[in-house]
Nanobody
C-alpha cells in the first residue's frame, strides 16, 4: 500500500522557519522524482520544489528560491523541505508528491494528504 505522510507543519511567525518531512512507503522511493506542492485558499495548487531521484538535482519556484531547501534521504525513504524566512504568503497546505515515468503508458503519481503551514503574527 502506497503511503506518503507529511509532517512538520504548524503556525510560525513571519521570518521564522519550519522543516517539513514526507515519509514514504509501499513503493521504491529511490526510483521516484519527489516534489513539494502547496495550495493556498482560493488558489490553484502550485509546484514549490523538485528533487531528483538521486538527490543530485533540485529546482525551485521563483517565489521560494533562496529561502527553501528540498532534500531527500533514500536510506530513510524520506523527503524534506527546510523553509526559512517564511512570509505570510507562504501560508498554504503543503503536499508531498512522488512521480515516476517508466514509459508513456506506465506512469506513477502519488500524493500525500497535506500539512498546513500558517505564517502569521
Amino acid at each position: 500500500q502506497v503511503q506518503l505522510v507529511e509532517s512538520g507543519g504548524g503556525l510560525v511567525q513571519p521570518g521564522g522557519s519550519l522543516r517539513l518531512s514526507c515519509a514514504a512507503s509501499g513503493f521504491t522511493f529511490s526510483s521516484y522524482v519527489m516534489r513539494w506542492y502547496r495550495q493556498a485558499p482560493g488558489k490553484e495548487r502550485e509546484l514549490v520544489a523538485t528533487v531528483s531521484s538521486t538527490n543530485s538535482n533540485t529546482n525551485y519556484a521563483d517565489s521560494v528560491k533562496g529561502r527553501f531547501t528540498i532534500s531527500r534521504d533514500n536510506a530513510k525513504n524520506t523527503m524534506y523541505l527546510q523553509m526559512n524566512s517564511l512570509k505570510p504568503e507562504d501560508t498554504a497546505v503543503y503536499y508531498c508528491n512522488a512521480f515516476r515515468l517508466r514509459s508513456l503508458v506506465e506512469i506513477y503519481n502519488y500524493w500525500g494528504q497535506g500539512t498546513q503551514v500558517t505564517v502569521s503574527s
